[in-house]
């Protein structure tokens, strides 16, 4: 999908309910949660592809590394997740549908840098044992 739009500060930036790293920043974020102190909160959720590493949960239990970035649902398309500092500079309304046209997989996460969506609908309950299965599939990528 040819991306004609971009993106603007956003006026209220919602609570977040994703950390969000990509690239290195993905690694740092899974080689903390993998940490022996590292208290995974059982609400945590992850999902990861060879690129991003995405953490979901309440605002209090989000990790934290520097360079990650915080997401959260679009209050007027709740299918698309978005970075809280920053929105679309189009009605989201007309950008889930678009996107939901693309992709049958939902809910989105819709990123500015590196653009990309992402599909978060099989995000699993954050466990030594999903961290170590990422691992697996980042040494493969």
Known sequence: MERAWGWRAS???????AAVGWGDIARRL???????????AGGLQ???????????????DLPWVEGVEYA???????????????QPDIPCDLLARALTR???RQPLLVWPRPAGVVPLDRALPLSAALLARIAVQWRGA
């Open 72 to 86: 959260a649902p679009h209050p007027e398309a709740p299918q698309l997740w978005m970075p809280t500092l920053v």
């Open 11 to 17: 006026a209220v930036p919602p609570a977040p309910q």
């Open 46 to 60: 992850a999902t990861a592809n060879r690129d991003v590493l995405v953490v979901i949960g309440a605002p209090a």
């Open 30 to 40: 899974h080689a903390r949660l993998s940490l022996p102190d590292a208290a995974l």
């Open 102 to 104: 693309a992709h049958a």
